[in-house]
């Protein structure tokens, strides 16, 4: 479970029982001195008569052992230690019931789905399929040219030219990272994300032509990818879009026209390790 789902439970697991201990505690006197109005009675009349228990019913007192004595002590204590009955205790029952059924319901709702999640998380990787698995390894098998960076929170992997670039490191959000050239000759940087209800991938790839300015080169829409590719800003650029119902990931690669010769021949290996899968969440 995270620390989140822990700090949830707790807290409203502790409010709570605060809530129902004050609860409890208006409902039986802030003093603690709720008795049955006969109990009350007659341990008014036990006090007046000295303490002894023998006296209550005619109001002379005899003397009694002092096993008598102890007998009418323990008498004193349970009749003070009676429950409430009548109206106020139902609604002390009924009070107390509530707040427990409250607290069962509390945290049913906030800790079994955190232990959901978190037994998923935990559970079987899903297998990936043949051909996603040797399209990736075939890249990022090159070790002395690439390596290759693996999102656990949306699931994708990319391959990135570890001579050329620079990993910056992933971002705090957790959705991505950027890769730096000296000089930012060059940029790579992938990301992903939730797709918002009713989005298309037309939709997205008409946008993204769009964004790109009007010196787009070439363009492909298929089933589940887009890729665009021109000059923009003076630069070449080349980007992917992985699409699912639910998730999105992109990279966009851009370079100085002057090192076209490095770079040109690493876009079909970068775009043939991007892929997108549950199963990266769990290496």
């Known amino acids: 479970m995270s620390f989140q789902g822990v700090g949830c439970c707790c807290g409203l697991f502790v409010a709570l029982v605060g809530v129902r201990q004050f609860l409890l505690k208006v409902m039986t006197g802030l003093d603690g001195d709720r008795m049955r109005p006969m109990e009350k009675e007659r341990l008014k009349k036990f006090q007046e008569v000295g303490g002894h228990e023998a006296c209550v019913p005619t109001g002379s007192c005899e003397r009694k052992s002092g096993t008598e004595k102890r007998r009418m002590q323990f008498m004193k204590e349970q009749a003070m230690e009676q429950p409430v009955t009548g109206g106020d205790g139902i609604r002390l029952r009924f009070t107390a019931f509530t707040m427990t059924l409250l607290l069962l319901l509390t945290f049913a709702a906030c800790c079994l789905p955190q232990a959901s999640i978190a037994g998923q998380q935990q559970g079987k990787a899903p297998a990936l399929p043949p051909e996603i698995e040797q399209r990736v390894s075939a890249v990022c098998s090159k070790t002395d040219t690439y390596d290759c960076y693996t999102n656990h929170k949306y699931g994708f992997v990319i391959a990135w030219p570890k001579q050329q670039l620079k990993a910056m490191g992933e971002s705090d959000a957790g959705d991505g990272q950027t890769f730096d050239a000296p000089g930012q000759r060059a940029n790579l940087t992938v990301w992903a994300g939730l797709n918002a209800p009713g989005t298309k991938l037309q939709k ?80």
């Open 204 to 283: 997205l790839f008409k946008d993204a032509v769009a964004e790109s300015g009007s010196q787009v080169t070439y363009k492909f829409l298929g089933n589940d990818s887009f890729v665009i590719s021109g000059i923009e800003d003076g630069k070449i650029f080349y980007r992917k879009t992985l699409f699912t119902k639910d998730l999105f990931s992109t990279f966009i690669l851009t370079y100085d026209p002057a090192l076209k010769d490095v770079f040109n021949p690493m876009v079909k290996d970068i775009g043939q390790s991007f892929a997108m899968h549950p199963a990266f969440s769990y290496r």
